[in-house]
């Protein structure tokens, strides 16, 4: 089992940079593909990014590539989503995902492991 909790949405401007981070407890982090997505009011929830077991690999939805950055730090069980440039359509609650899966998956499905979510929201 991996528990996980997201830190550091909050309301900031155009423009602004915002950095989330996901603190993971229980076992197998190091060995669990990791994602961080985002659901709109009224939109249906969409991945973001994810990174392999050690982080050789990265995936980004195609509108925040040159923005986003995820990282992880297996010593310190902690995923970080680095959001720079923000836009106001990246408002959304972001969670941080976790998968047994060898690749990333890049759907919700693929994830049996969720944390309870950060509100993120830009402002114009």
């Known amino acids: 089992q991996v528990q996980l909790v997201e830190s550091g949405g909050r309301l900031v401007q155009a423009g602004d940079s915002l950095r989330l981070s996901c603190a993971a407890s229980g076992r197998g982090f190091s060995t669990a593909t990791m994602g961080w997505f985002r659901q709109a009011p009224g939109k249906e929830r969409e991945f973001v990014a994810g990174i392999s077991w050690f982080g050789a690999q990265t995936y980004y939805k195609d509108s925040v590539k040159g923005r986003f950055t995820i990282s992880r730090d297996n010593a310190k069980n902690t995923l970080v989503l680095q959001m720079n440039s923000l836009k106001p359509e990246d408002t959304a609650v972001y969670y941080c995902?976790?998968?047994?899966?060898?690749?990333?998956?890049?759907?919700?499905?693929?994830?049996?492991?969720w944390g309870q979510g950060t509100q993120v929201t830009i402002s114009s």
């Open positions: 995902a976790a998968s047994r899966a060898a690749v990333v998956p890049t759907t919700g499905p693929g994830y049996g492991f």
